[in-house]
């Protein structure tokens, strides 16, 4: 009797926590919204930032589905197609370019999309870039002056030939964002690192198709369905996803084990040696060949890859055969020059063959003494990676060069990478440098990774003054012969080979993983807009 | 008249990292009458604390058992299973060596008194706080100053009074002391002894009292059971084992204990106890007594009548069954 | 009542290794394991079937050896670069035994001395001492990697490095204990009242009392600092990535843990069997030096 | 061997002097302020010990008989007061160099179990209060065979380890260390507390023998006040940190003056009464050899 106070609490508590387990059991069927489709995609790398003008990274995944340019482009059609611009004109030498903008476009915060916005976000873009060489608005060097004609028509006009069609579907520093953005950040001058600031920490003010709902650069976002965005009587699709969540799994492996336990429905970056065994699980594979290529930088600024011989000796011991094979699993193709295959300038010439014998005439050639020690670069979360590093290294030692790997985080590579610039001696010899462009013309690339202003990327600290000028003079030409500066662009490609400063490892085949409650259409992924998916075109079942 | 305790051949032995038994009882026949104050003398590894043990019911799990045990008729260990749901703690109860360690020192002595009431009989705080002011009464503690005091705030003597009380408030009907008093100073050996002496008298206590101290046996103690070796040497009426001994190894112990004021010469007898484990063969005490004779090698003399009630275990008194 | 007199008996680590040899399975389990292992570690660049795979070299025609799984060529399997996994295990040994070993010789010794003369001098040296152990024995070896690593560079620096760094106070701590207590003993006092130097207390006294348990303990501990030298390594933060060390053969086949189980299987069993070997070794002589530890251990199962 | 109270023999120069000596220890109070308080232990003690003579220092728990053990062995400085040994003041030494003086005290500690080294063998534990003497190795090997003859061990015991010695053999090998530099003193700490009454009964008596032939001063420390008879001429019982009550044993025991000292005599008058004792002590053994001559 004395315990039953005691038993009758117990009794009555756990009565009660069952009735309202019950009860919330039986009303949630009720309550619950229709249900919300939904798609997690994951992806390998934090994103570094979505200032839409400066961002010249990661942070195009989300970019790429918040913002708009005025044009895309389809590299494997060699077209353009409207975005913001519906049609668009040049005069004879192309040093007048007239854009007619789409009517009836609001911005996410309901602002209407007009001329001003294009003017504000390009020369905000071109701007930052001449000031502190940020950001991808190299591409805008040309443009002299954005003239509004009237609410819908802008018109550029150039300082030199320019092609602009081509300039505005670049994947960086053509997005236009609303001249609301200002305001909202406290800011008159565009330039204002403020407003960089305020587009960092999670604010957008962009057109497309989603909006940002959730911003966590290390782990993930959340994209809601943009409703009132004009494209969506055009796309038709009413099984677009309502929410994307784009979640960052920097392991592979969390990858694949997401995509098994149903957490993610689309993986960018599953070990390749997975595959099979998710394409006998019903999962879909999706083989993208993306303009996403690893280059091979040979630091000139250092003994011994200073020595053209050694640099080029070095490039015969790489056993290019096998190399995609053991690398990437044959999920690649190998690489030639700089630019990838299908890319306008490409030249499937200019490979190397794997020949011990011509690597030991070059290394004779080069004097160096031998044991000689070399240090190697590569980021330690790429498989392929680490794998070629350790071919790499084996195959030197052949030659007798000892090859010391230094795996690193991504930025700690681009620190170590842009030290050849700084302090060349501490820079390494080799470094494995991966690009996509951001504009689709060879001059990205090019003057990217191996003009001698390019102090960010030109991790080989190349400097050739006949190279700039090559270079850029076939992109003067660009908008006026194109022929005439494809061959110039070829021409500066070779000498990059020829002198051994670097060369396009291979080109990724990208396998896109894709649960089955999921499909992603052909024209949801672009290669030159790599990473990103246009999930306005994604359908989900169920 | 009931037995509080009764063992028959009861050996227990400890096993080692051989996984061999290594006997520290060796066969014991014990008769403890209620109401009994029941002295159990040894020097160490006597097996008397293993006998003490094996009567309140903690062996430790490693021990292994031989022969019987009953208290109050309750068969607690049948060969090698042992059983003590009902007695442990009711029936008997036990009091370590050192006051403190009986003592809970993160309770009050009130607390204690409640914990223990309330686990047996369910009893309320007020009832528990009256029972224990009865029981530290008895042990001749003033409840009012201790009833909220911790262990370590009262001195060792008043430590195993309360231990007592503890012990007594179970109901228990035999208490078995392990050397209660060797950790006292004099004067307090006295009052406990005193004490037990007190409680056997007021609630018909049966007290087993194990105990090296020969001369504090001799004050409380109504009969006595003197071990060696593990088996039992001599039993009988405290005062005529103590007067007139019988076996070599008792009158050994009388001569070579000092006592205060007679200063005979204190007899020096070579040798030491066996180790557990060694010989078995004939009397345990064969190489220490000086009137062994060939029998006492060869065969081991088992405990029996020799006059009046007193049981000897040796040679010399015929040892007839 | 259990017997004083049969206390267990000191008599050096030798006696002691003698007596579990005799008694216990588990010490001969472990004394078979590491002189495996020793063997291994030693004779393993010889044994190897493909020494230069062994070593981290990936062969010619890598791509044709890839992934191979075990078979009578390739006893283990091959890697996806083509590398023998048995030859790289072979070859690894010995960078796994000399890992841990450098860690715990070293960090022994130190600890020894440092926690002895925290116990014996006492006061501000105790004060000290005590005070720098508590604070690294908060630190995490891998933690403490990260940070070698950045301001060091990669390599078995980084690796020994930090696991000294976070053991060395485990065995001061215990030294110390173990050293306070004894020079509580009156033994202590009657060498200090006959005048024998202090030096020799410190040694003859203290030390040799307090170096079997810690040696002991020592042997335990390998198997755990192997497998957080093989962490460390597993993560990238100690040796280079194509040394044969375990840990980092587990790494590099981890990606491959659904196509290629085999690559990270065998030298994770390895690691364990390793592990395995020295704590059985140490268990066992635990017992031995503490008998009442097996008793326990006894009723648990 | 028992000897009579009468035979004190000895010149009367005094080997140990305490002088008001006041000692103690110091212990943190306060939570806020952690400020050292002391804690006397023994209080303006004086006590003298002449050569040859055997003397009791008798106290329960708590009487502060350790404290005196400590401030005469030079462990423990006082507060202040004199303390002289053989001759000088200890605590004017430098701790350094206090060895000195000590090592002429042969000591024997209270538990045998811990005041042995296990890793040490009982040559080395024997050799220790030798080792910075100047005598040749044939002569420190002659001494401790003498040691371990007056203790009545064998030789081959010099080989074994203390953990392969029974608590009696023990006792014996820290005698026989405690005098086999041939000191002044020998200071005995309850001598006989850790071991069985067979083995007391042994050691008492070898620690008598030893003193009529070393005829050195013998300070025994003890709570056992029958133990003590055996072992002492001169008594002083401590109470509280004080000295009670010290003249000849037999007095005391006889007719204790103060109130502390008769509680403890009387608490170790045994239950059987005196009549019964002198009895037994006659007749004990009596009784078994009519067994035996039957």
Known sequence: MRKGPLLAAIGAVAAISIALLLYIWYLQPTQRAPALKVVVYSYLDVITGIDPSIEDDTGIVVLGSVYEPLLYYDPVRGEHIPALAESWESNEDGTVWTFRLRRGVIFHDGTPFTAEAVKLSIERARDIYRETGRGSGYIWDSVEEIEIVDDYTVRFKLAYPQRVDMLASAIYAGYIFSPSALEKAGVEDPLDPNLERWFNAGNEAGSGPYLIEFYSPESEVRLRKFEKWWGWTVVNNPDAPDVVIIRIRTDPLDQYNGLLAGEIDIASSVPRANLGDLKARGFQII???????????????????????????????????????????????????????????????????????????????????????????????????????????????????????????????????????SSPENAPHLIINDWWPTLPSPYDYLYGLFHSESTEWNWAGYSNPVFDELISAAYEAEGRDYGEAMRLYRLAQKMVYEEGAGISLWEEIRPFVVSSRVEVPEKALNPLYIYVIFFQHVKVRG | MVLAVKSEGLKIGYLDEQDNVLWAVKGVNLEVSEGEIYCIVGESGSGKSTVALAISGILPPHAVTEGELYVYGNLVIRGESRSYEKIRGRLVTYIPQSPGTGLNPYLTLGDQFYHVLKSLRGSTRKEAKAEAKKYLEMAGLDPASTLDRYPHELSGGMQQRAAIALALSTGARVLVADEPTSSLDAHLRLQIANLLLRLREEVKLTVIFITHDLLLASRVGDRVAVMYAGSLAEVGKLREVLLKPLHPYTSMLVDVIPTLGVKKQLKCYSGEPPRPGSNDEGCPFFDRCPYRFSKCAAEKPRLSLAEGDRYVACWLYGNRE | MMN????????????LARRAWSRSLRFRAGVVIVVVMVAVAILGPFIAPYPSDGWGAVPPKAAERAGKPPGPEFLLGTDHLGRDVLSRILVGAWLALAQSLAVISIGLALGLLLGICAAYYRQAIEATINYIAEVFLALPAVILALALRMVLGQGIHVVIGSLLLTWWPWYARVAYVYARSIAEMEYITLAKLAGVPGRRILVRHIAANVLPPVLVQAITDVGSVLLEAAAINFLGLGLPPDAPDWGIIVQNGFKYVISMPWISLFPGLFILLTALGFSMLGDSLREELDPKMRRRWRLWF | MWRAGSTVTASSKPVIELKNVTAGYYTAEGFKTLKKVFKPAITKIDLKVNDGERLAIIGESGSGKTTLLR?????????????????????????????????????????????????????????????????????????????????????????????????????????????????????????TSALDVSIQAQIINLLCSIHEKLELAMVTVTHDLPV???????????????????????????????????????????????????????????????????
Not at chain 1, 287 to 293: D, G, K, L, P
């Open chain 4, 71 to 191: 401030v005469i062995l030079g462990l423990l400085p006082p507060l202040r007061g004199d303390v002289v040994v053989l001759g000088e003041q200890i605590y004017r030494v430098p701790a350094r160099l206090r060895w000195r003086i000590t090592r002429q005290i042969g000591y024997v500690p209270q538990d045998p179990a811990k005041s042995l080294n296990p890793r040490l063998r009982v040559a080395e534990v024997m050799a220790e209060p030798l080792a910075r003497t100047d005598l040749s190795e044939k002569e420190k090997a002659e001494r401790i065979r003498d040691a371990l003859r007056i203790v009545q061990l064998h030789e081959s015991i010099l080989d074994y380890y203390p953990s392969q010695l029974s608590g009696g053999m023990m006792q014996r090998v820290l005698i026989a260390r405690a005098i086999v530099h041939d000191p002044e003193i020998l200071l005995l700490d309850e001598p």
């Open chain 4, 228 to 294: 003590a008879q055996y072992l002492a001429d001169q008594a002083v019982i401590l109470y509280r940190g004080t000295i009670v009550e010290k003249g000849p044993m037999e007095e005391i025991i006889a007719h204790p003056r103060s109130e502390h000292a008769r509680l403890l005599v009387t608490s170790y008058l045994s239950g059987l009464n005196g009549l019964d004792r002198i009895n037994r002590a006659e007749g004990v053994s009596a009784g078994i050899k009519r067994e035996t001559q039957r």
């Open chain 1, 287 to 421: 083989n993208v060949s993306v303009f996403h290529n690893y280059i091979l930088q040979l630091n000139c600024r250092r003994y011994p890859t200073n020595v053209t011989a050694f640099r080029l000796a070095v490039m015969h011991a790489i056993p290019w055969g096998e190399l995609v094979d053991v690398a990437l699993q044959g999920f690649g193709r190998l690489g030639a020059g700089v630019l990838p295959y299908n890319f306008p300038g490409y030249d499937g010439n200019l490979r190397y063959t794997y020949d011990l014998d011509l690597a030991r005439k070059y290394l004779e050639k080069s004097g160096v003494k031998l044991p000689v020690k070399v240090e190697f670069v590569y980021q330690a979360d790429y498989e392929e990676n680490a794998a070629f590093a350790q071919l790499l290294k084996s195959r030197l030692a052949d030659l007798g060069i000892d090859v010391e790997l230094k795996p690193m985080a991504w930025t700690a590579v681009k620190e170590a990478g842009k030290e050849v610039w």
């Open chain 3, 4 to 15: 004083k007199g049969h206390r267990s008996n000191l008599g050096g680590l030798g006696e």
